[in-house]
């Protein structure tokens, strides 16, 4: 893992991750963070971290997509209930996505900004 400036690639990867929509082409002009304070605070940690966060954040990124894959294979087993000796565990994408959306809300943690509008309780109401 390096220190070095983290590609438009990883700002992705990040933001998503971190439950941030999509900015958009900045050629034209409309780019979320630009109306909205939370994404506007994510843009500008991902611009100004130190070499050794964005090392420490590269850790992050790798465990996240390894996390996102596990959660992803879990579908190969849905439809098996039993096999032999070996029983599905009913449980076991409900806890992967739930360790999963924990360590994305470290991440969000470890840079300073409220997890983005994907990690949200959608069953609360802001008013």
């Not at 409309?30 to 050794?52: D, I, K, Y």
């Not at 409900?94 to 309780?121: A, K």
């Amino acid at each position: 893992m390096t220190g070095g400036a983290l590609t438009e690639d990883e700002k992705t990867e990040i933001r998503r991750f971190c439950g941030y929509a999509a900015l958009g082409d900045v050629a034209s002009g409309e780019s979320s963070w630009r109306f909205f304070q939370n994404a506007g605070t994510l843009e500008w940690r991902l611009n100004t971290l130190a070499g050794s966060e964005r090392k420490r954040l590269r850790y992050f990124l790798a465990t996240l997509i390894q996390m996102e894959r596990a959660v992803q294979s879990v579908s190969e087993n849905l439809d098996t209930q039993a096999v032999s000796v070996w029983t599905r565990n009913t449980r076991e994408l409900t806890e992967r996505v739930r360790l999963f959306d924990w360590w994305r809300r470290r991440v969000c943690g470890f840079l300073g900004v409220i997890p983005g509008p994907d990690l949200r309780d959608h069953a609360s109401v802001v008013v």
